[in-house]
């Protein structure tokens, strides 16, 4: 999907649903989409909970939001983000809305703001339910966000929540077909694509297509390892990468 860096974006982070350990990577992410104006984090600070957090306030320029538990098992912390949402969203001072969560509870939000014309970027863990991620215009697992303090963290279990994304390197036979039917879709009458239009056609297929979650670094790596494509290279500054199928 393409996107404008120029962009003013809303970012709000579900503090009780997301660890502080992705912050670094999370805005470097996020700079490749706009630039994050307002930077919130939700949650009940007068618990230990959220100590992570508090560290890196400061360092980051986010503002933290209180919002006490009234109900022991209720996530009060969903309700202030969806209303801080909304009240941001009727200024119409954003093109984009970044939420951090795994939590499906954000899944109407995301598709409220959408409605309005405004693009949501979702992020969250593996485990994040489907309707929120189907919500958004692109998300992003947490477990892609690269970061020092990741690297220097132990690795995490291989499970099916955090399994990285290096050990998913193999292109099984949906993403081989999503992939071939992009290809096709954005040919010209020649039968090439411009990888740019396949990347935005494979991001409204599935929101959270992203060729790192595959190992690659770039979706230009990805096609190449398909074997489905042959790619070429036209032109520099900037330099267009154009795809068609074998």
């Known amino acids: 999907m393409a996107t404008d860096t120029t962009s003013t974006l809303a970012l709000l982070i579900d503090g009780d649903n997301a660890s502080p350990k992705i912050i670094v990577g999370l805005l470097a992410e996020i700079a490749n989409y706009g630039t994050a104006s ?4 939700y949650g009940d600070w007068t618990g230990p909970n959220l100590k992570g957090w508090k560290e890196c306030l400061l360092e980051h320029s986010i503002q933290p939001v209180q919002q006490f538990a009234y109900t022991t098992g209720k996530n009060a912390t969903d309700g202030a983000m969806i209303i801080d949402g909304m009240d941001l969203l009727y200024t119409g001072r954003f093109s984009g809305f970044c939420i951090v969560s795994s939590d499906s509870d954000f899944a109407r939000l995301a598709a409220r703001i959408r409605e309005q014309g405004v693009t949501v970027y979702g ?3 593996r485990k994040t339910p489907r309707p929120f991620i189907t919500a958004c215009d692109k998300f992003v697992y947490f477990d892609v966000l690269n970061t020092s303090e990741q690297s220097a963290a132990a690795p995490l279990p291989k499970t099916a ?4 994304a290096a050990a998913q ?3 099984d036979k949906a993403t081989l077909d999503m992939l071939s039917k992009a290809v096709a879709a954005s040919a010209d009458e020649d039968g090439r694509a411009n990888l740019a239009r396949v990347g935005a056609h494979l991001a409204k297929q599935a929101p959270d297509f992203d060729a790192r979650n595959y190992g690659f670094p770039r979706l230009s790596d990805l096609v190449e390892a398909s074997s489905i494509v042959d790619v070429e290279r036209v032109g520099e500054n ?3 990468i154009m795809v068609k199928l074998k």
């Open 38 to 41: 307002v930077k919130r984090v």
């Open 123 to 125: 992020f969250g863990e």
């Open 161 to 164: 929540a955090t399994k990285p």
């Open 169 to 171: 390197s193999k292109l």
């Open 238 to 240: 900037p330099k267009v």
